[in-house]
């Protein structure tokens, strides 16, 4: 068990390490100046070189991209050239409401597709199990930033049920929240559906039923629990996307998270801020994976643990 631990831990290194290499290079291929974004667009000729002395922007690319390495492993992710303050920072202070939006999403949709996809495996084949099929394919068809403006005018604006945008208090997480959870709702609710189906077939199940046991004690204690297997990898990876910032929706809303960080960095050529946010993302990716990983070994036993 803890050789296979050591071996994930360190293909996550190795991904990594892969993804801060192609960040770097991908950022320093723009065509823009570290020197001149820091410095300012008014700034004289003088002041741009000197500012690119002091960065180390003569230096070769090679002898930049170790530099670079160093302090990464040191936990040191730059400075804004924007703001001037620690890329770590910044990400550790939006990071608290990234987390509130990500968690309240994902008891929204869990809530909503388990029990959905559980009961149309019940049914499957009949026309509810058919409209509720078209109903999930239009929500995740929807586009979030045209769902998001709508739900935002009329359940915000017009109705003042939930607040517009900003984030003062736990009211403004609701609607961006309930957001992705209608357009990502149906997708589990399938996954679900199609893992009870399968499940529901096997001959465990028969035996349960033939010993008389009640139909929901089947269906979720026997039957959701090795049929949400596939639910629980797709839902590892969507977990670090929305720890690693949900851009529209945090953008419509006004969120100060880590999207609204990532695309305000986009805008203003913020290279530090911009490879910061990947690699905070990179390493949510790797984590949510080693933890799908350990997960498996608890839901279904004859999965051997990692």
Do not use: C
Not at 188 to 206: C, F, K, P, S
Not at 217 to 229: D, E, P, Q, S, T
Not at 262 to 270: H, N
């Amino acid at each position: 068990m803890a050789t296979r631990i050591f071996y994930r831990l360190l293909w996550g290194i190795v991904v990594l390490w892969g993804a801060t290499t192609i960040t770097f290079f991908v950022a320093h291929a723009v065509p823009s100046d570290p020197a001149r974004v820091y410095a300012g667009a008014n700034a004289d000729a003088e002041t741009v070189a000197r500012i690119r002395k002091e960065m180390g922007l003569n230096d070769p690319l090679s002898t930049q991209y170790a530099r670079y390495l160093g302090r990464l492993i040191r936990g040191d992710m730059g400075v804004s050239l924007v703001t001037g303050e620690r890329v770590s920072e910044a990400i550790g202070t939006r990071l608290p409401t990234t987390l509130a939006l990500a968690v309240t999403a994902v008891v929204l949709w869990m809530a909503l597709s388990v029990p959905i996809g559980a009961f149309t495996a019940l049914h499957r084949g009949r026309p509810l199990d058919r409209g509720v099929l078209v109903v999930a394919t239009i929500a995740i068809s929807l586009p979030v930033f045209w769902l998001a403006r709508t739900l935002q005018y009329y359940l915000g604006y017009k109705s003042g049920i939930f607040p517009v945008a900003g984030m003062t208090s736990w009211k403004h997480i609701l609607l961006p929240a309930l957001t992705l959870a209608i357009v990502t709702a149906g997708y589990y609710a399938r996954l679900v559906h199609t893992g009870m189906v399968e499940t529901l077939n096997q001959d465990y199940i028969r035996v349960a039923r033939a010993k008389g046991v009640s139909e929901p004690r089947v269906l979720f204690k026997h039957a959701l629990r090795n049929g949400i297997l596939p639910v629980v990898t797709v839902l590892g990876l969507d977990v670090a996307t929305l720890l690693g910032g949900v851009v529209f929706t945090e953008n419509v809303f006004a969120l100060p998270g880590i999207g609204t960080l990532a695309l305000q960095s986009v805008f203003t050529l913020d290279a530090p801020m911009i490879m910061g946010v990947v690699i905070f993302s990179a390493v949510m990716v790797v984590g949510a994976n080693l933890l799908v990983d350990l997960l498996y070994g608890w839901i279904d036993p004859r999965i051997p643990h990692p």
